[in-house]
């Protein structure tokens, strides 16, 4: 899991997604237009919020300098400003207390120039990045370096999507999710932010099958085939059991010759495009772009970052030897070591000042400076940061303190507080206005932060998919505050306006098509004056579309600087980052891109490189110790500390196991374990490029059974199974939602009501658990086979994962036999029919292509973390074998 936080220069910017952020393992809620505070570029202001003549003097420099790319002086006076020493306002000399005043950068700068209503948005001016220039050489060999790779990264997942569509039947790309055909569709009356939505779905009340049109996919829309037709693109806003919606660039005829609808799953250019873009951006610098902005009546779109001597440190040429941007992992993903302590947690190794946003702020330099000490040194009236241990109040005051930082942290250990407390010190007890921008991989983890921000007394907008926010966080959300902002009701007029006069506008140009194919030559000089008129009349409508597009656009930007405006939470030139490296890695499916070191993220990279501030958090306060220990071991040298256990070696009762059959008391001390791995012999199939496991799949809806019968305080959100591969995600959704006779016996073992919580149980990959957590989880490892074969589950980093998101218990269901050898060669597949599908009783019929039998060939490595965990288990009594009355009363209904 990575969290960026980033101190935003506060400018009215439309938010680019840097490289750095796309390269590296983060899910990134993308603001598309940011509407912050004018405050210039590292000109701080004296606390009385009055600019002095030699601030006035220092910006006129700075924009004529900006207005003369060709001076000579430019390069040195920018770099004098952000070097020098000195102080850049003549405040006088405070007394001890008066430096506790409120913070200077809490008052926006005072300008002359009269405010202007809607400032014109443009577009900076670039020259093209020349040899004299500063990070000319960093920047031509970083481009050298990724944009290749992203070209064989984008051209790799081309392959995948046309090889699934030209090489799958329709039925099993139905069958897996892929696609969903017979759909009728509508469009809706409300659009989204001025883009067409259409519904579509089976009919009235028809539920739609399994699929993965999740919010946010990218969709082909084309009656019978998108390689045989031009097919239209739009995005899932949302998705009920019934129907799908999709918005769209612009409406077309969802009625054309009473044709059905066809839905596949398509490709998103979006992070590519996103990615280049930002590569691209590398070469400018804000700093110029901003006195630019603010010397005339402009609005210029920032580009670049601050932060280039930092982003581009490794491509300096002598950086490396004998390349200097050759890629190099912080550690091999296989390694069992745990990197040494001294390169996670130093001070940094900054040739210049590291300082960053509050550089000139004494007050929260003196506490940064004096809480990041290990004995930190405090004084009357210093906030306090409640609640953190001594590591997470070194990491808050890092994060404020320098420029960039870096915080390590293992599962557990507290990342989402910590940040909270962070920024709401820097919000409520320094009063710094800069915006902070948050982003994080999963939405779940994002609503977090917002509810923890929110608690705290913060005002957050939360800025994502409408359908992925928890309902109880929907009030930050960036849609419902603009649904309440005074200008709602001219956009909504404005969107009534532009959809009316886009119907006109298709209404014109469908009888325009009708009368040019009607006209003959034979036809009257009349006939073709009439379609020339027409064609006049849909000229004005186009111009009329877009002069109502552009006071939407506009008027939307305005809604949307308001709202940032008032926001806490929300170019940076101060950023701190929390991973963990030895979690999931970025997902490439390149093999060549992935070996050049495209993945590799940023975070490891910084981590390697040694340079920047580095701390761990060392105490983990998620799971029962029993839990904890294993990954403690295997991940992190035992450097990970429990936080769980008082003086006495009391667990908390919060923490205590759930009771269960599986879990049996120790007779000797009374306890239940909080881990057991059920051992069963049930053969694995393959599906398509994934795999299944039936018996794993029935194992799993008893346990649940078994924990929802036994624990009245347990509800179905509280559980989560983990399931390494797709198709087993979905089997087991299926099961536990859709398939009849499973839900007969959930509701013959648990009563109607008690049965109801099965369906809040929660059934995601392990990437899709990363940075989350549950009272218990049960994890589906599916691999069976004589073999003892186990492909991509031999990372490491997964098993991490999926042993630490449990909280109070921990079901490990496989093969101690296959896992206990853990080969990391692969099975060849061949067409058949597994003898599980003759055995099981539990699932409708699967179709004869899902399932194949395998043939095996010589491993190539083993995976020793399984190894490890297996006879880890076995030497704590904590494996369960599951054969004869046992397994028979689990599986069959």
């Not at 599962?411 to 007890?429: D, F, N």
């Not at 098509?513 to 379609?531: E, G």
């Not at 899709?768 to 957590?773: A, D, K, T, V």
């Amino acid at each position: 899991m990575s969290v960026w936080i980033l101190a935003l220069n506060p400018i009215f910017d439309h938010y680019r997604v840097t490289h750095a952020l796309c390269h590296s393992t983060i899910n990134l809620a993308v603001v598309h237009w940011l509407d912050v505070r004018s405050v210039f570029c590292r000109v701080v202001y004296p606390p009385t919020g009055i600019l002095t003549s030699k601030h006035a003097d220092r910006r006129q420099h700075l924009a004529t300098l900006a207005a003369d790319p060709a001076s000579s002086s430019r390069t040195d006076f920018v770099h004098n400003l952000v070097e020098s020493p000195e102080p850049v306002h003549d405040a006088p000399v405070k007394s001890r207390f008066d430096w506790r005043r409120r913070a200077s950068l809490e008052k926006p700068l005072s300008s002359s120039r009269p405010p202007v209503k809607y400032r014109r948005r443009v577009e900076p001016t670039h020259s093209p990045l020349m040899p004299h220039d500063s990070f000319f050489r960093e920047v031509y060999a970083y481009q050298k370096r990724f944009l290749p790779l992203l070209e064989v990264e984008q051209q790799e997942e081309e392959k995948i999507i046309q090889e699934r569509l030209s090489s799958w039947s329709v039925q099993r790309l139905k069958s897996e999710g892929y696609c969903v055909t017979e759909l009728s569709a509508f469009w809706m009356e409300q659009t989204h932010f001025g883009r067409p939505v259409a519904a579509f779905s089976l009919g009235p009340g028809v539920t739609l099958p399994n699929n993965r049109f999740e919010n946010g996919t990218q969709v082909l829309v084309t009656h019978l085939d998108p390689l045989k037709e031009s097919p239209r693109r739009g995005r899932v806003l949302g998705a009920t059991s019934t129907q799908i919606r999709i918005s769209f660039q612009s409406t077309f005829d969802l009625n054309e010759d009473g044709k059905a609808w066809r839905l596949d799953v398509g490709r998103s250019d979006i992070a590519f495009e996103r990615m280049r873009t930002a590569v691209s951006h590398f070469a400018f610098d804000p700093l110029f772009q901003e006195a630019a902005s603010d010397a005339d009546d402009r609005e210029i779109i920032l580009q670049g970052t601050t932060l280039r001597d930092i982003l581009l440190r490794a491509f300096k040429p002598g950086a490396r030897v004998p390349s200097p941007h050759e890629p190099v992992r912080l550690q091999d993903g296989s390694d069992s070591s745990y990197v040494p302590r001294e390169t996670l947690d130093h001070p940094g190794h900054f040739i210049h000042r590291s300082e960053g946003a509050f550089a000139d702020d004494m007050r929260i330099m003196s506490w940064a400076r004096r809480y990041s000490l290990p004995d930190p040194i405090s004084i009357e009236g210093d906030p306090v940061l409640a609640g953190l241990n001594p590591t997470q109040v070194r990491a808050a005051a890092m994060m404020i303190g320098q420029r960039a930082s870096l915080v390590q942290g293992p599962p557990g250990t507290g990342k989402t507080k910590t940040i909270i407390q962070a920024l709401t010190v820097t919000k409520r007890e320094f009063d710094v206005a800069l915006p902070v921008l948050v982003c994080t991989y999963t939405n779940v983890a994002v609503d977090n932060l917002v509810e923890g921000f929110s608690q705290a007394g913060l005002n957050p907008v939360r800025v994502g998919s409408e359908g992925m926010i928890r309902e109880t966080l929907q009030r930050h959300s960036l849609q419902a505050q603009l649904s309440v902002h005074p200008d709602i009701k001219q956009l909504d007029v404005l969107s009534a306006d532009l959809a009316k006069t886009e119907k006109r506008l298709n209404d014109s140009r469908m009888r325009i098509n009708k009368l040019r194919d009607s006209i003959h030559d034979s036809q009257s000089v009349r006939a073709l004056q009439t379609l020339d008129n027409m064609k006049s009349s849909a000229f004005k409508l186009e111009r009329q579309v877009g002069a109502i597009s552009g006071k939407m656009s506009a008027l939307k930007a305005k809604m949307i600087k308001d709202i940032f405006l008032e926001a806490d939470v929300v170019r940076s030139r101060h950023v701190a980052l929390i991973g963990d490296h030895k979690q999931l890695p970025p997902v490439i499916l390149s093999s060549e891109a992935r070996d050049n070191g495209l993945g590799i993220s940023l975070f490891e990279r910084l981590t390697e490189e040694g340079v920047i501030p580095s701390i761990m958090l060392d105490v983990q306060y998620r799971m029962h110790p029993s839990i904890a220990h294993f990954p403690s071991q295997e991940f992190y040298g035992m450097a990970l500390r429990d936080g769980m256990v008082d003086a006495l070696g009391n667990v908390p009762d919060y923490l205590l196991p759930p009771k269960s059959e599986h879990l049996l008391v120790d007779t000797a001390s009374g306890h239940r374990p909080s881990v057991v791995f059920l051992d069963h012999s049930g053969p694995e199939s393959i599906s398509g490029r994934s795999r299944i496991n039936m018996t794993d799949a029935t194992i799993v809806c008893s346990v649940i059974e078994d924990i929802l019968a036994l624990n009245a305080d347990i509800m179905g959100s509280d559980i989560g199974v983990i399931a390494p591969y797709a198709a087993q995600v979905r089997i087991l959704s299926q099961l536990l939602t859709t398939e009849e006779r499973s839900q007969t016996r959930f509701k013959s073992k648990l009563g109607d009501h008690r049965a109801m919580q099965v369906a809040g149980v929660e059934v995601k990959t392990v990437d899709g658990f990363e940075g989350r957590e549950k009272e218990v989880i049960i994890f589906s490892t599916v691999r069976n086979n004589a073999g003892g074969y186990v492909g991509f589950l031999s990372d490491r980093r997964r098993l991490n994962v999926g042993l630490t998101r449990a909280k109070r218990g921990l079901f490990v269901i496989g093969s101690l036999r296959t896992l206990g050898a853990a080969n990391t060669g692969e099975l060849k597949a061949k067409r058949g029919l597994d003898s599980l599908r003759n055995t099981s009783n539990i699932l409708p019929p699967l179709s004869s292509h899902t399932l194949t039998t395998t043939i095996e060939r010589r491993p190539r490595s083993k995976s020793g973390a399984w190894v490890r965990y297996m006879e880890y288990l076995k030497e704590r009594g904590m494996i369960l074998p599951l054969e004869g009355e046992r397994l028979r009363r689990m599986v069959l209904h």
